[in-house]
Each structure stands twice: as C-alpha cells, then as structure tokens.
C-alpha cells in the first residue's frame, strides 16, 4: 500500500513512522521544516487530567508509546513521567475535580486528590494556599522540539520518503489513485492522510468534508534556567480563565509556561504567530499563584504557534466521510502533544488494515453534517 501523508507535525510523522513499520510505502510532504508548526510550539504536556472522556482510550494508548519512545526512535525525547498536578484554590473547583475523578474512572484514569499537607511536603515550592490538588503520577512531559524529527528519522530508516520545504500546489483524485503535486515534485498514492493540522480543514474542504476550525496562536513562555526542584507538570482547576495558567520546569533549569491568555488569531497565510507582549504581566500573575518563586525570574523568550481550534474541541480523526482512501487526523485544539503517537499508531493500523482497536467515533468528520 502507498501512502502519502500531508502535514510534517508530531501527528504526521507519527503516521508515517507507525505506516512504514506496518510495511507501507510512505511519502511524507511537509511545507516547512519537519516539526516546525504547532508542535514546536507546544508546551510539551503528556497529560489525561481534564481531557474529554472518549479521548482517554487514545490518550492511554499514546501514553503507552511515549514510555517506548527512547527504545523505538532510537534517541532521548525527554519524555519524563515525572506526574501532572492541579492545584484547587476553591470549592467549586474541588467539586469540578472530583466530579471529573468519577466519571473517568470507568475510563481507565485514577486521579489522586491531594490535601494541603500533601501538597506542601510532597510538592514544595507550590503555592501553599491551595486547599487541594488532584495528582496524576504517571503522565509528564516531553520536547517538543525534538519528537517530531525523531519519528521522522526513524520513519526514514523504515524506507519512508521525507520531503520537506515542498508546497502543495493541487491535490488530485482520479479512480483509486491520489496525485499531490508540488514544489519538489508530484507523488502518487493509494491513501491520502490529512495531517496538516490548522491547515486540514481546507484539505477537507476539497473534498467535500466541511469543519468549522479556527486558526489561533497559544502565548507560551519560558525563563531563566534556576535550581530544579519541581518535578511533576502543574496547572489548576478553575472555571477562570483568567487563571489557567500551567507550567514546568526542565532539568536544565528553565520554566516553561502558558496558559492564562486568549490565543491570539492567527491566519493561515502565511500562518505565523507571534506572542503579545501586553498578555505576559496577567499571565505571570496567574503562573506566580501556582509558583510564588517564579515573580523574581526573568523571562528570557516568548513565542506563539498556529494551532487548529475545532468549535467542539474535539479532532477530526478517520476515515473521509466522502472519499475512499482519504483520511483525515487533524484539528487537535491545543491539546494534541500527548496523543501524537497514539494518534500516529492508530491511524497507521486504520490506514493498513480497515479497523482500529481505540474508539475513534466521536471524532468522525461527518458529525458535523449530522448537526446541519
């Protein structure tokens, strides 16, 4: 089977990693650099916590596959299972919270609930106004600046084709064959996989697949490496926006956060986003309130990315509701990090062998015609 795979993110580079291991016959076409969109952008969050209850099955497929990713790419990505906190600072909140830990129970995620002593001989650091947390030991971080590449050498070494710097410039179907033609050239296949991310909706627009997805930057940031001392990724539940901030520290001393800002508008062409810089004071409040340490560092870069936002913040995942051979894995809303190799993983065994263990329903393309 050939594949050609549009789109050269953590989710396509996946794909063709898990294709070309299945034994297909892969071209991957990425318009930039490999990984040079939304996931170098991203925060780097490997995490369940708050995910909407039919992406778990993924997301504990995916977590599985990044605890293999060192043995299986070949090299460290930095995924670390060093745990994801949420701090509580009301009681609605702590409802929220606890109201979440029941229903996603039956899903296969068990949340602890911390106290505040908990939180402060555990977690030292943290804000200790908190009156609880929930604490989720086996989820973490990875890098985003290096997961992407490492699927995409690793996919090479497995016979796939890499090419990268080629814009698309039409996308053919004719009888069971699809024709990408582009700057470096045209590629034939039998399937084509939409993985282009805030650019997929206009890829399944040409095929008749309408998705209502808007095109926003996050407002990430990072500081001053200082001494390593918190250990898991934290974030909050609230009902606030304004205080949803989250962050980490690297081993190499550096804070990396985000959150607490609307995401900025970002359009596709050419699809570069850039930080506000009037958003960083209120974003630092709301990361001091988990932090308290982190209002004496500097910040030291801010950045943005173009990420696809579904109007119900699910991804479009599966088959084309109009096209044979067409499959689409795009639109993941800012929250796509932790299930890349799942996704790639269970596309990879839609694509080659017509089903897939994980429940993908819920992110047909066609729900949104049913709507209509």
């Known amino acids: 089977m050939d594949v050609i795979v549009l789109g050269g993110g953590l989710m396509g580079t996946a794909s063709a990693y898990f294709l070309a291991r299945r034994g297909a016959r892969v071209t991957l076409i990425e318009r930039n650099r490999i990984g ?9 969050n490997i995490r369940r916590t708050g995910r909407h209850l039919s992406q778990l099955p993924l997301a504990h497929r995916s977590l599985r596959l990044w605890g293999e990713a060192e043995k299986m790419l070949g090299r460290d990505v930095e995924f ?37 002593g908990d ?8 804000d200790p106004n908190a009156m609880a947390a929930s604490f989720s030991p086996q989820d973490g971080s990875g890098n985003p600046r290096l997961i992407a590449p490492a699927f995409a050498d690793a ?23 699809f024709v990408v033609t582009s700057s470096k050239g045209a590629f034939a296949a039998e399937c084509l996989l939409n993985t282009a991310g805030a650019w997929g909706a206009r890829i399944a627009a040409q095929f008749g697949e309408a998705v209502p997805l ?14 390593y001392r918190i250990l898991p990724v934290v974030g909050i539940w609230t009902r606030d926006k304004k205080h949803g901030a989250y962050l980490r520290q690297v ?11 609307e995401r900025v508008e ?12 009037t958003c960083l004071p209120t974003q630092l409040r709301a990361v001091a309130r988990l932090l308290p340490a982190i209002a004496q560092a500097t910040v030291i870069r801010t950045w943005s990315g173009c990420e696809g936002y579904v109007r119900d913040m699910l991804p479009v995942m599966g088959r084309s509701a109009t096209t044979p051979g067409l499959f689409h894995a795009f639109g993941f809303s800012g929250h796509g990090f932790q299930l890349g190799p799942g996704v790639g993983d269970a596309m990879a065994e839609l694509i080659t062998t017509g089903r897939c263990e994980t429940p993908l329903d819920d992110f047909r393309i066609n729900r949104f015609s049913r709507e209509a």
């Open 80 to 116: 670390r299972a060093t745990g994801h906190i949420r701090l509580i600072f009301d009681e609605p909140s702590l409802l929220d919270m606890r109201a979440y830990a029941k229903a996603a129970r039956p899903w296969g995620l068990a949340l602890e609930e911390l106290g505040p």
């Open 119 to 126: 939180i402060r001989s555990r977690f030292p650091g943290l």
């Open 36 to 44: 040079s969109g939304a996931t170098v952008a991203s925060f780097g």
């Open 251 to 261: 081993e190499r001393g550096n804070i990396v956060f985000g959150g607490a800002a």
């Open 266 to 277: 970002v359009d596709l062409d050419p699809g570069h986003a850039a930080a506000d810089p």
């Open 155 to 177: 996919a090479r070494r497995l016979g796939a084709k890499i090419v990268d710097g080629a814009e698309v410039q039409a996308i053919g179907h004719a009888g069971s064959s």
């Open 214 to 227: 808007d095109a926003r930057g996050p407002q990430m940031g990072v500081t001053e490496p200082l001494p």
